[in-house]
């Protein structure tokens, strides 16, 4: 009699309730998955509490408590969710209940076998990040009108490759691109002056959770 496959379960840091901070969906009361793993070391990283730990759970419980939240939103995050193979799964899941699903990710993972339904926003390295050798090119060829393609701008350096970088491949053409200032790195209010000096097509965003509660986690 063969074994029973085993039960998809994932690594998961935490899970809570909060306002969506970034991205199109800033704003919407959200429950967010935050998945354990990276593969990646960004210099202006928030969120290295999740690069170890964590607990296995069930795909299954994962969505029940989504449902218990009572949310219609849904966001997947790390870390690198992709790190894990299961995490297509769980999106999937996720979907087939009905959420409106978003999955944050660095883009250094394929992202192409993700379910269609899903909301993907890529977090384009820059050079500021340390890790902008980590780009696969593949995700940036196959991107959908629903995708998002943030760019977080360390300096001006930072800026000027992101506006070439967007401008030689037409990105703001096939999806919203957003650029957001780096934490206590640049001021919002230069970031703001530079995209308006070269009226550039991009839409600019604050992280709202900061403002809101800081750099306490589960927010």
């Given at each position: 009699?063969?074994?029973?496959?085993p039960?998809?379960?994932?690594r998961?840091?935490?899970?809570?309730?909060?306002l969506?901070?970034?991205?199109d969906?800033?704003?919407?009361?959200?429950f967010?998955i935050?998945l354990?793993?990276?593969p990646l070391?960004?210099?202006?990283?928030?969120?290295s509490?999740?690069f170890?730990?964590?607990?296995?759970?069930?795909i299954?419980?994962?969505v029940d408590?989504?449902?218990?939240a009572?949310?219609?939103?849904v966001?997947?995050?790390?870390?690198?969710p992709?790190?894990?193979?299961?995490?297509?799964?769980?999106l999937?899941e996720?979907?087939?209940?009905?959420?409106a699903?978003?999955?944050?990710?660095?883009?250094?993972l394929?992202?192409n076998?993700?379910d269609?339904?899903?909301?993907?926003v890529?977090?384009?390295?820059?050079?500021g990040?340390?890790e902008?050798?980590?780009?696969?090119?593949?995700n940036?060829?196959e991107?959908r009108?629903?995708?998002q393609?943030?760019f977080?701008?360390?300096?001006?350096?930072?800026y000027e490759?992101s506006?070439?970088?967007i401008?030689e491949?037409g990105?703001?053409?096939?999806?919203q691109?957003l650029?957001?200032?780096?934490h206590?790195s640049?001021a919002?209010r230069?970031l703001?002056?530079?995209i308006?000096?070269?009226?550039l097509?991009?839409?600019m965003?604050?992280?709202?959770?900061k403002?809101l509660w800081g750099d306490?986690?589960?927010h």
């Amino acid at each position: 009699m063969p074994a029973p496959e085993p039960v998809p379960r994932l690594r998961v840091t935490e899970t809570f309730s909060s306002l969506q901070g970034e991205g199109d969906a800033v704003g919407w009361p959200t429950f967010f998955i935050r998945l354990t793993g990276c593969p990646l070391r960004c210099h202006y990283c928030d969120t290295s509490y999740a690069f170890q730990g964590g607990e296995w759970r069930g795909i299954s419980a994962l969505v029940d408590e989504a449902r218990a939240a009572g949310l219609r939103h849904v966001c997947v995050t790390g870390g690198e969710p992709l790190a894990q193979k299961d995490c297509a799964r769980l999106l999937a899941e996720l979907c087939d209940s009905g959420f409106a699903v978003s999955l944050e990710t660095s883009g250094a993972l394929d992202t192409n076998g993700i379910d269609p339904r899903i909301v993907r926003v890529i977090d384009v390295k820059t050079p500021g990040s340390g890790e902008v050798e980590a780009n696969l090119a593949g995700n940036l060829r196959e991107l959908r009108a629903t995708d998002q393609l943030k760019f977080v701008i360390c300096d001006r350096a930072d800026y000027e490759w992101s506006r070439q970088f967007i401008q030689e491949r037409g990105l703001h053409e096939r999806c919203q691109v957003l650029f957001s200032p780096s934490h206590a790195s640049v001021a919002p209010r230069d970031l703001a002056e530079w995209i308006l000096a070269d009226r550039l097509p991009v839409r600019m965003q604050l992280q709202l959770h900061k403002l809101l509660w800081g750099d306490l986690p589960g927010h």
